[in-house]
Each structure stands twice: as C-alpha cells, then as structure tokens.
C-alpha cells in the first residue's frame, strides 16, 4: 500500500521499523544498510536512528548506561564479530546482563 506522496507506511516506531529491516533483510545486515532501509521509509533524523540501533543492542554495555529507558526485553539487536547486525537469539547467541555475556 502507498500512501499520498508515494511514501509507504511506516511502522509505529523507530524499533518496530529497524526489526521488520531486518527480518525482510534476512536477518542479518550491516548498520549501514540497516540504517539507509530505515531512513528511506521511516520520519525520524538520521541521529535517531543510530541511536535506536545502539539502544537495542544487547550486546554493547555502554548501550546500558546511556539509554536505560529501552529494558533488556525491548533489545533485539545483535552487533556480530564482522560488524554486521542480526536478530538477537539467546539460544543462539548466550544470555546477556547489562551488555556483557552471562555464562
């Protein structure tokens, strides 16, 4: 569906667009192609949406102390090894508190 001026509908939300990327992505995808998707069809400044890439990191501990307003249960970003993100998994990728992986 389009919507007037050629736009499609956005998601309600900063997170909820970033999630519905990168499942349409496969699940796996660079910041930067993330970030482009999202600013393509969403309203929000480019800061915002880094910045919400950064909150909803589970793994980054500094993500902790600067955005303690997203709980643990809103983050759903994985940063990988290769700097690309992915859906977090906790099976898949371990238990992690305040950033850092719990054994």
């Given at each position: 569906m389009v919507i007037m001026g050629g736009r499609r509908p956005e998601a309600e939300t900063c997170p909820a667009a970033l999630h519905a990327a990168l499942v349409k992505m496969g699940s796996r995808a660079s910041a930067q192609t993330l970030f482009e998707y999202v600013r393509r069809y969403g309203h929000w400044t480019d800061s915002h949406i880094w910045q919400t890439i950064f909150a909803h990191s589970v793994n980054i501990p500094s993500s902790y102390h600067l955005h303690g307003l997203v709980t643990p249960d809103q983050r759903f970003l994985f940063l990988r090894d290769d700097g690309?993100?992915?859906l977090y998994d906790p099976s898949w990728h371990g238990k992690?508190?305040?950033?850092k992986r719990v054994l």
């Open positions: 690309n993100y992915e992690y508190i305040e950033g």
